[in-house]
C-alpha cells in the first residue's frame, strides 16, 4: 500500500496496548511527528474501567506535547440501545455479533453491525471536522496499531476500508514490531502497557478475558447477557442468545470455569477484521 505521508495522520487509539503504542512511539522519538497529526478515540461508552483510566492519562500525554486529542461516541451507550432493544422499545438494532444457540444444536452469530454506528462512524465524522478545523483537504492517513505478527488483520482492514478518503497505514508493521515488542517498548520507555480494549459486553472476549472482567464491568456483563437471552424477539432473534461463545450465561462462567477448554472442535473465536480499530 503507498501511504501519503504528507496527508495529516490520524491516529486510532482503542485504549490498548498495540495503539498506545502509536503515540508513546511518537512521544519518544520512535517515530517520525508527522506536520499534522492527532488522535481519536471512539468511546461506546461501554469500555473497561482500565480502557477509561488509560485514555484520560493519553489525553493529558497528549496535551502536554500538544497533539489534538479528540474523543468521539454515537448519541447513545452500546449497552442502552441493546436493553432498550430487549425491553421491546425498538425493533432494529445495530447488533454486536452475539453468540445464538442453534436449533437442533451448534453455535451461529448475529451479525456484526455496531462497530460502522459505535466506531467507524464517530470516527469518520470527528476527522472530517479537524480536517475542516485546520484548513486541510478532506484526506487523512489513518494509523492503526496491528504488530508484525498481526499481518492477517491489517490484510483484513485494508480490504474493509469503508470510504476513498482514507488510508490506512501499520507503522508498528513496517518497522517489524510485534505485540510483544511493542508492549516491551511502552514499558521500557516507563510506562504500564494497558490491558486489553474490547467492549465489556463484547461476545469476542475469550474466558481468560471474561475471568478478568470484575466490578462494575461485570456487572453491566451479566445484565446483558441475562436480557439478551430471550430478549431479542422484537428484532427477530428467536432463539437463546450469549455473550460468551461457550453459549452459557457469563455468571455461570465467571463463577464456575470453562467447562470445555479443550473439547474437540470448538474453535476460539476472535475479530479478526480490525474494524474496531478503523
Not at 497529526?37 to 477509561?52: L, N, Q
Not at 462497530?115 to 469518520?124: E, G, H, N
Not at 497505514?169 to 504500564?192: L, S
Request: with cysteine.
Amino acid at each position: 500500500m503507498i501511504v501519503e505521508t504528507e496527508a495529516p495522520v490520524g491516529i486510532s487509539y482503542s485504549g490498548g496496548a498495540s495503539s498506545r503504542w502509536l503515540i508513546d512511539a511518537v512521544l519518544n522519538g520512535e517515530l517520525a511527528r508527522p506536520d499534522n497529526v492527532a488522535v481519536f478515540f471512539a468511546d461506546t461508552g461501554d469500555e473497561h474501567r482500565w480502557t477509561y483510566d488509560d485514555v484520560d492519562l493519553t489525553e493529558e500525554r497528549c496535551a502536554a506535547a500538544g497533539i489534538p486529542f479528540f474523543r468521539t461516541a454515537h448519541h447513545e451507550t452500546l449497552s442502552a440501545a441493546t436493553l432498550s432493544a430487549t425491553r421491546g422499545e425498538r425493533k432494529r438494532l445495530d447488533t454486536p455479533p452475539f453468540w445464538v444457540e442453534n436449533q437442533g444444536g451448534g453455535r451461529g452469530q448475529l451479525r456484526q453491525q455496531c462497530t460502522v454506528v459505535w466506531k467507524t462512524s464517530a470516527i469518520r465524522r470527528s476527522q472530517t471536522a479537524w480536517l475542516q478545523s485546520i484548513g486541510m483537504p478532506k484526506k487523512i492517513v489513518t494509523w492503526i496499531g496491528f504488530g508484525s505478527d498481526e499481518q492477517h488483520r491489517a490484510v483484513k482492514a485494508a480490504a474493509r476500508r469503508d470510504v476513498q478518503w482514507v488510508t490506512l497505514d501499520f507503522p508498528a508493521i513496517r518497522a517489524g514490531k510485534t505485540r510483544a515488542a511493542q508492549r516491551a517498548d511502552i514499558e521500557r520507555w516507563g510506562m504500564d502497557a494497558p490491558l486489553f480494549s474490547m467492549c465489556v459486553q463484547c461476545p469476542y472476549k475469550t474466558p481468560k478475558r471474561w475471568f478478568q472482567t470484575a466490578g462494575v464491568d461485570l456487572e453491566k456483563a451479566i445484565e446483558i447477557d441475562e436480557a439478551i437471552r430471550h430478549g431479542l424477539e422484537k428484532i427477530d432473534v428467536d432463539n437463546p442468545v450469549f455473550l460468551s461463545d461457550r453459549l452459557i450465561p457469563v455468571e455461570r462462567l465467571v463463577k464456575g470455569g470453562d467447562p470445555q477448554p479443550n473439547l474437540p472442535g470448538i474453535e476460539v473465536p476472535g475479530c479478526d477484521s480490525g474494524s474496531c480499530f478503523l
